[in-house]
């Protein structure tokens, strides 16, 4: 299992931080990911926008006090990452 969670981790950072916009640490704890973004919007907006538009559901940053940050999970199976990355970058690229 541990395996599997490294393995999802280090997918979704490399994949995250290849997006134009993003920017994510290394996750060090749970399965989250918490993703920087610089696009001139609340990150309520980004992630509805996410949401509605490539139905990928992320949590904003600022439930957290972290306004231009989303959370997401990849506690899921690595084919549901894949196609949830190639939605939020060709999310990203829409903006």
């Excluded at 490399?14 to 134009?20: C, E, F, S, T």
């Excluded at 926008?49 to 006090?65: E, I, N, R, Y």
């Amino acid at each position: 299992m541990l395996r599997a969670f490294t393995e999802r981790r280090n997918y979704i950072h490399k994949r995250l931080n290849a997006i134009k916009g993003l920017s994510l640490p290394a996750p060090e704890g749970a399965f989250y990911a918490f993703v920087k973004f610089s696009y001139t919007m609340p990150s309520q907006e980004f992630c509805m926008k996410l949401l509605t538009d490539a139905l990928v559901a992320t949590v904003p940053g600022s439930a957290f006090g972290a306004e231009g940050y989303f959370r997401i999970s990849y506690a899921t199976s690595m084919d549901v990452i894949k196609e949830g990355c190639d939605r939020i970058e060709k999310f990203c690229q829409s903006l």
